[in-house]
Nanobody, 127 residues
Framework: QVQLAESGGGLVQAGGSLRLSCAASGRPSSTYNMGWFRQAPGKEREFVVV????????YYADSVKGRFLISRDDAKNTMYLQMNSLKAEDTAVYYC????????????????????WGQGTQVTVSS
């Protein structure tokens, strides 16, 4: 079992930055694929980014490429999402997720089937 806890959300003006954290406990995060999703009011949950543990590859949604950066500190069992140049459309609840096994479709299609989820952290970008 892995428990995930997000932090770092808040209110920021458009163009600003935030860094989200996802702390993992229960099992070492170093052997888990970990990533972020978000869900805006009235919308489906959408994929943001994932980091594969086996080879370190990362995949970003087109909407955040060049603005968001995922990183991991496996010694601290923590994953981060640095979000820059934030836009109003980035407003959402952000969730971290983890799974021991890699199936890209599980990540790219809303995360259904992934094993572990955090409780979410609200990010609000004012325009």
């Amino acid at each position: 079992q892995v428990q995930l806890a997000e932090s770092g959300g808040g209110l920021v003006q458009a163009g600003g930055s935030l860094r989200l954290s996802c702390a993992a406990s229960g099992r070492p995060s170093s052997t888990y694929n970990m990533g972020w999703f978000r869900q805006a009011p009235g919308k489906e949950r959408e994929f943001v980014v994932v980091s594969k543990w086996s080879d370190g590859l990362t995949y970003y949604a087109d909407s955040v490429k060049g603005r968001f950066l995922i990183s991991r500190d496996d010694a601290k069992n923590t994953m981060y999402l640095q979000m820059n140049s934030l836009k109003a459309e980035d407003t959402a609840v952000y969730y971290c997720a983890a799974d021991r096994f890699w199936t890209f479709n599980n990540w790219s299609t809303g995360g259904y089937g992934l094993s572990y989820w955090g409780q979410g952290t609200q990010v609000t970008v004012s325009s």
